[in-house]
């Protein structure tokens, strides 16, 4: 692992691997850079990969803050210290998010956003529900069944692989969720929109399953050009459970 600052003065970790095409790949909440597994090893056959682990995740230093604008700058730390100036941004869930809003701040390549809607309605009201059980010493145990729900559909090693590498952080997780539980959802729209309305580079959303029936034209109507593909039956990790079909777009999309 390498190391750079961030925005906070906090240490951020990250990963190198391969050459070509930056490829800057960022992980989804509780996870790690060593989430991507086998997909961020093949991927270093088609370009350089850059895996950062977020503040509070993987070998990176709990912060201050956990908003996605402090996120998105502890990447460009990582990006100006890796000296690439027009990468291609990859996340996955919480990753998702953190690529497009770095790419409404920073130029990129392309971005791929993996299996994490922009649109925060939905997500407000199911976790509203666990919102009192998440902030008690029940924490653990109702964090790993949300997460549990979602890795469904991975062949069984992978899910024990998934389950191996997270290391859910209360305090992490509830200050990257505060503005789901703060805000109103009026006030998350014009959140969201303030954060990813400037995105200009090549976008692709791919989702597991349909992400609601009038998601593709809100998110068309904050990001024009956005490609949204579904990839039916997957739920929250296609680029795993359809390895070789994601690293086959990507390499479409970024090139």
Do not use: C
């Not at 199911?126 to 145990?141: H, I, K, V, W």
């Not at 992978?158 to 505060?178: H, N, Y």
């Amino acid at each position: 692992m390498q190391f750079t600052t961030g925005p906070d003065g906090n240490r951020v970790a990250y990963q190198v691997e391969g050459d070509g095409p930056d490829l800057v790949l960022i992980h989804g909440i509780t996870e790690s850079h060593h989430s991507w597994g086998d997909v961020g090893k093949r991927l270093a056959r088609i370009g350089r990969v850059i895996s950062v682990d977020l503040r509070g995740h993987g070998e990176s230093d709990e912060a201050p803050g956990y908003s996605l604008e402090a996120m998105a700058g502890d990447v460009k730390a990582v990006t100006d210290a890796v000296g690439t100036a027009l990468p291609s941004v990859i996340g996955h869930s919480l990753g998702g998010f953190v690529a497009t809003v770095y790419a409404a701040a920073h130029p990129a390549r392309t971005i791929v956003n993996v299996d994490q809607p922009l649109a925060l309605a939905a997500f407000k009201e199911q976790l509203g529900q666990a919102e009192p059980m998440l902030r008690s010493e029940a924490f653990g145990a109702v964090i790993g069944m949300m997460f549990d729900g979602l890795m469904t559909p991975l062949p069984d090693a992978e899910k024990a692989r998934i389950s191996a590498l997270r290391r859910p952080v209360q305090d992490v997780v509830l200050g990257v969720w505060d503005p789901v539980f703060t805000k109103s959802v009026e006030e998350l729209d014009a959140l969201v929109r303030g954060l990813v309305g400037g995105v200009d580079a090549p976008y692709l959303a791919i989702h597991g399953d349909e992400p609601g029936d009038d998601y593709r034209a809100w998110l068309r109507s904050v990001i024009p050009h956005a490609q949204l593909e579904v990839w039916p039956g997957n739920a929250h990790y296609p680029h795993l459970i359809e390895s070789d079909r994601f690293i086959e777009r990507v390499r479409e999309f970024v090139n």
